[in-house]
């Protein structure tokens, strides 16, 4: 009796466990596809933007396709998560790997943002109207414009293994995983790992220059360095 009564409360205590894995996959699999469509109009918003203020077209257009890529594998990962949900096949550190580089894009989206908020209006035609503040700041803060992009490319490279890994581990567990293709799957996994940290430390050395030379925010350009700015120009 005992033992049956041991028994049940196990099973009870797996299947309590189960569903709330399932809450926490589903939660995350829906904020990562949430934030591959703010994303995909951070892009466009972006791509509209590199037309209305000096010297920004070439960095500006580079890191909208970026965001636009980072976007898509968003996407993907979002998919699938939600896909293997009912299957709870996604382990607890993929769901915490899901959740920090959902928290990344975020921050990265967010500030990159803060370029094209900063604005004055709108022309007659409708168009963004780029402030002279804007057209002043832009090519000081284009330093930045690598670090960015270093964030993004190491975003991608998260990306990119984890849906890796969460697709070797689908495959797996619905059997489908040819036996010969084993090896060269786990190659491509330890050959985008290698890859995301090289970009993690890419990352982190540009931000640390960054740092170093004080343009790390938009609040340090003050307006007496736009004025000597304005007459150098």
């Known amino acids: ?19 709330t894995t399932r809450f926490i996959t589903m939660d995350v699999a829906v904020g990562i596809v949430r934030m591959a469509g703010v994303g995909t109009k951070l892009s466009t918003a972006l791509m509209c933007y590199a037309g209305g203020v000096a010297d920004a077209d070439k960095n500006m257009t580079a890191i909208a396709g970026d965001v636009a890529l980072t976007s898509d ?32 894009c975020h921050d990265t989206f967010e500030e990159i943002s803060c370029l094209i908020n900063r604005k004055d209006g709108t022309d007659v035609d409708g168009k963004r109207r ?15 414009a690598e670090l960015f992009k270093s964030r993004l490319e190491s975003l991608k490279s998260s990306l990119m293994l984890l849906l890796q890994v969460l697709s070797f581990a689908k495959d797996w567990a619905g ?59």
């Open 1 to 19: 009796m005992l033992r049956n009564r041991l028994n049940r409360s196990v099973v009870c205590h797996d299947a309590q466990h189960s569903l």
């Open 73 to 104: 594998v968003l996407a993907s990962v979002g998919d699938i998560l939600k896909q293997r949900e009912d299957k709870a096949v996604a382990t607890p550190s993929a769901v915490k790997d899901a959740r920090a580089i959902l928290t990344r």
């Open 130 to 144: 780029g402030s002279k503040r804007a057209q002043l700041i832009w090519p000081i803060k284009s330093n930045k």
């Open 175 to 233: 059997g489908t995983v040819a036996a010969q293709s084993v090896t060269e799957r786990c190659d491509v996994i330890r050959d985008l790992h290698y890859r995301e940290q090289k970009a993690l430390e890419t990352d982190a050395s540009l931000e640390q220059q960054l740092e170093a030379v004080g343009l790390d925010r938009a609040e340090d350009i003050n307006p007496i360095r736009l004025e000597v700015y304005q007459k150098r120009t």
